[in-house]
């Protein structure tokens, strides 16, 4: 059955202390965290789950002392964590390490120049199907800008918490709004509400 995304309140499991996506605002600043891509992000399937674009492949990144391992990579549109404006679309890298801490690394991109990339996974999509699909994401993973790290839970069923979520607002990261109408009109739109923070910390750190 596909997610409908018009009855979240109807979503099992929703009702937690911890749940996301949330507003990003009031955060700490903080200066002994960083993040940086240890394995590239390369996508060898490409699936229709009827809400979004899903790529299954390889990629690993390191954040502090601990090292997580790809699951997989999907699209939200509009984007679903907020910061200063909704963003125009949210990438999430979704991770496990060695003992299944979940943790996803999100990418804000707003409206701008096409985006070659995305172009390409929208191109090579085929509705209703799972196929192979030899493409390197790593470029989409910043390398400058801000990130904004919280413990919340995922945004689709089971909406399991104790997610450590690492969002980046690149300084340059854009779709176009063709792209961004693409999603929209092949899915709909399946972005999570925005969910309460229940005085949550929420730390903050350059990319660089």
């Known amino acids: 059955m596909v997610l409908d995304y018009g009855k979240q309140a109807a979503w099992p499991n929703g009702f937690g202390a911890q749940e996301s996506p949330i507003a990003l605002h009031d955060a700490q600043v903080v200066a002994n965290l960083h993040l940086a891509v240890t394995a590239p992000y390369r996508m060898q ?74 172009q390409q996974v929208i191109d090579d999509f085929a509705p209703g199907t799972q196929h192979a699909e030899a493409i390197d994401l790593s470029a989409l993973m910043p390398t400058a800008g801000k990130v904004y790290h919280y413990l919340g839970s995922l945004t689709t069923p089971p909406l399991t918490e104790g997610v450590e979520w690492y969002v980046i607002q690149p300084k340059h990261a854009t779709v176009s709004a063709e792209q961004a109408a693409w999603f929209v009109h092949q899915f709909g739109t399946n972005n999570r509400d925005l969910q309460p923070r229940n005085d949550r910390v929420i730390q903050c750190f350059d990319l660089e």
């Open 45 to 118: 399937t490409e699936l229709d789950d009827g809400t979004t674009i899903k790529l299954l492949g390889l990629g690993q990144v390191q954040i502090g002392t601990k090292a997580y391992d790809c699951v997989q990579t999907h699209f939200h549109v509009p984007a679903e964590h907020v910061i200063d404006q909704p963003a125009a679309l949210e990438l999430h890298f979704v991770h496990q390490n060695a003992i299944g801490q979940l943790c996803v690394v999100a990418v804000l991109f707003t409206k701008g120049a096409e985006n070659p990339l995305i």
